[in-house]
C-alpha cells in the first residue's frame, strides 16, 4: 500500500486525485489539502509515500515545495502548465501529468511509483492535530513551527482563539500564535473561567470582552460572532459578572 495525498489549491482537483486514489486497491488516501504547507507538515512528519502535487499554488508553489521536502518521499506533479516538465523533472518526480488527467494516464503514473517504491511503509492514519504541551499554573506551552519548538503563553495575555481547520489562531495583544492543534483540544486545556467557547470557530477570555451587542462580542477592534449554541451560557455568565 503506497501511503498518498493529493495537493491542489482548486478543491474540485483534490477530488478528482482523491476519487482515482481510492479506485486503486493498492494505495491509501492519507488526505487531500488546498494548503500545500499543511501538505509538507504531512511529509515531514513521515506520513506518506506519494503526492500528487499541483505547481501553480500562492502560498508555496509545486516546485518550491520539492526543493523543502528533498527526498522524503515520490511526487507525481499535475499541472495544465507543460513548461515546467523539465524542471519538474530535474527534481526527479516520478511522472507529469497534464491537466485534465484521464484516469488511464493516473493508472500509468502509480505503476510507475510503485516499480520504485516495492516496500513502502506501514499505512498509517490521517494525520491528527498534535496535542500542545500540558500546561501548568497561569501559562499555556503551544507547539511552534518546528518539531522541538514550544511556545509560551500567559493566560492573562490570550484575547481570543480562532479555529482554522486543524489549526488554531491564538491572539494576544501585538501577537497572533498559529499553530496546529483543534479548537475542541485546547478548550480542554484553558481554565473555564475565563475562557468560554461562544462559537464553533472562536474562544474567548471573558476577561478581555469590551462589550456584548447582542449576537457579537467586542475585544479590543475585533468583533466576534457568537452561536445560537452558546449565547445562553455566555449572557448567564456575562450576567454573574456583573453583579
Same mark, same amino acid.
Given at each position: @500500500?503506497?501511503?498518498?495525498?493529493?495537493?491542489?489549491?482548486?478543491?474540485?482537483?483534490? $477530488?478528482?486525485?482523491?476519487?482515482?486514489?481510492?479506485?486503486?486497491?493498492?494505495? !491509501?488516501?492519507?488526505? !487531500?489539502?488546498?494548503?500545500?504547507? %499543511?501538505?509538507?507538515?504531512?511529509?515531514? *512528519?513521515?506520513?506518506?509515500?506519494?503526492?500528487? &502535487?499541483?505547481?501553480? @499554488?500562492?502560498?508555496?508553489?509545486?516546485?518550491?515545495? &520539492?526543493?523543502?521536502?528533498?527526498?522524503?518521499?515520490?511526487?507525481?506533479?499535475?499541472?495544465?502548465?507543460?513548461?515546467?516538465?523539465? %524542471?519538474?523533472?530535474?527534481?526527479?518526480?516520478?511522472?507529469?501529468?497534464?491537466?485534465?488527467?484521464?484516469?488511464?494516464? +493516473?493508472?500509468?503514473?502509480?505503476?510507475?511509483?510503485?516499480?520504485?517504491?516495492?516496500?513502502?511503509?506501514?499505512?498509517?492514519?490521517?494525520?491528527?492535530?498534535? =496535542?500542545?504541551?500540558?500546561?501548568?499554573?497561569?501559562?499555556?506551552?503551544?507547539?511552534? *513551527? /518546528?518539531?522541538?519548538? +514550544?511556545?509560551?503563553?500567559?493566560?492573562?495575555?490570550?484575547?481570543? #482563539?480562532?479555529?482554522?481547520?486543524?489549526?488554531?489562531?491564538?491572539?494576544? =495583544?501585538?501577537?497572533?500564535?498559529?499553530?496546529?492543534?483543534?479548537?475542541?483540544? &485546547? /478548550?480542554?486545556? &484553558? =481554565?473555564?473561567?475565563?475562557?468560554?467557547? #461562544?462559537?464553533? /470557530?472562536?474562544?474567548?477570555?471573558?476577561?478581555?470582552?469590551? @462589550?456584548?451587542?447582542?449576537? !457579537?462580542?467586542?475585544?479590543?477592534?475585533?468583533?466576534?460572532?457568537?452561536?445560537?449554541?452558546?449565547?445562553?451560557?455566555?449572557?448567564?455568565?456575562?450576567?454573574? $459578572?456583573?453583579?
Amino acid at each position: @500500500m503506497l501511503r498518498c495525498i493529493a495537493v491542489d489549491d482548486e478543491a474540485y482537483a483534490t $477530488r478528482l486525485l482523491a476519487s482515482y486514489i481510492q479506485k486503486i486497491p493498492t494505495l !491509501t488516501l492519507v488526505g !487531500t489539502t488546498t494548503n500545500p504547507i %499543511e501538505a509538507l507538515h504531512w511529509v515531514q *512528519e513521515g506520513r506518506v509515500d506519494l503526492v500528487f &502535487l499541483d505547481i501553480q @499554488m500562492p502560498e508555496l508553489t509545486g516546485l518550491q515545495f &520539492l526543493k523543502i521536502c528533498g527526498n522524503r518521499c515520490k511526487v507525481v506533479l499535475t499541472t495544465a502548465y507543460p513548461e515546467y516538465a523539465l %524542471e519538474g523533472y530535474e527534481h526527479d518526480v516520478v511522472d507529469y501529468l497534464l491537466k485534465p488527467i484521464a484516469f488511464d494516464r +493516473f493508472l500509468r503514473a502509480v505503476q510507475k511509483a510503485q516499480a520504485l517504491l516495492p516496500a513502502p511503509a506501514a499505512v498509517a492514519p490521517p494525520p491528527t492535530p498534535t =496535542p500542545a504541551a500540558p500546561s501548568t499554573g497561569s501559562s499555556l506551552f503551544v507547539k511552534g *513551527e /518546528s518539531k522541538n519548538k +514550544f511556545l509560551r503563553l500567559d493566560y492573562a495575555d490570550i484575547l481570543y #482563539v480562532e479555529a482554522l481547520k486543524n489549526y488554531v489562531s491564538i491572539v494576544t =495583544p501585538g501577537q497572533r500564535v498559529v499553530t496546529y492543534q483543534t479548537l475542541k483540544d &485546547l /478548550s480542554e486545556q &484553558l =481554565p473555564q473561567p475565563p475562557f468560554l467557547r #461562544v462559537h464553533k /470557530s472562536y474562544l474567548v477570555s471573558l476577561d478581555k470582552i469590551r @462589550m456584548v451587542d447582542g449576537n !457579537t462580542i467586542y475585544i479590543e477592534d475585533q468583533q466576534i460572532p457568537v452561536g445560537e449554541t452558546y449565547r445562553d451560557t455566555l449572557f448567564r455568565l456575562v450576567r454573574d $459578572r456583573g453583579e
